[in-house]
């Protein structure tokens, strides 16, 4: 069983940044991936950004390239989600997931979620 904690969240103007964090507690990520979706009100919630915790391939959701960093400490089993440039319309719950295996962007094939951290932005 994985335990996830996402912190980082927060309002902060638009073009600003954040910097969210999971962190995994009752076992490792390795063998694991890890990702971010997000859920705005009234929209179903979409897949953001993930990394495979081996070897540390990455893959971002078209509306995140460019702008979104994933990254990882292996040390601190901890993922971070580095966002620039933010926008009024990535106000959103942002969720961490994590998965055995391969990167999957459905949020059906997701093994473990955290709570969820908002991010709001203003105009």
């Known amino acids: 069983q994985v335990q996830l904690e996402e912190s980082g969240g927060g309002l902060v103007q638009a073009g600003g940044s954040l910097r969210l964090s999971c962190a995994a507690s009752?076992?490792?990520?390795?063998?694991?991936?890890v990702g971010w979706f997000r859920e705005a009100p009234g929209k179903a919630r979409e897949f953001v950004a993930a990394?495979?915790?081996?070897?540390?391939?990455?893959y971002y959701a078209d509306s995140a390239k460019g702008r979104f960093t994933m990254s990882k400490d292996n040390a601190k089993n901890t993922v971070y989600l580095q966002m620039n440039s933010l926008k009024p319309d990535d106000t959103a719950v942002y969720y961490c997931?994590?998965?055995?295996?391969?990167?999957?962007?459905?949020?059906?094939?997701?093994?473990?979620w955290g709570q969820g951290t908002q991010v709001t932005v203003s105009s």
């Open positions: 997931a994590a998965r055995w295996g391969i990167i999957q962007t459905s949020s059906n094939l997701q093994d473990y």
């Open positions: 009752g076992r490792s990520f390795s063998g694991h991936s």
């Open positions: 990394v495979r915790w081996s070897g540390g391939s990455t």
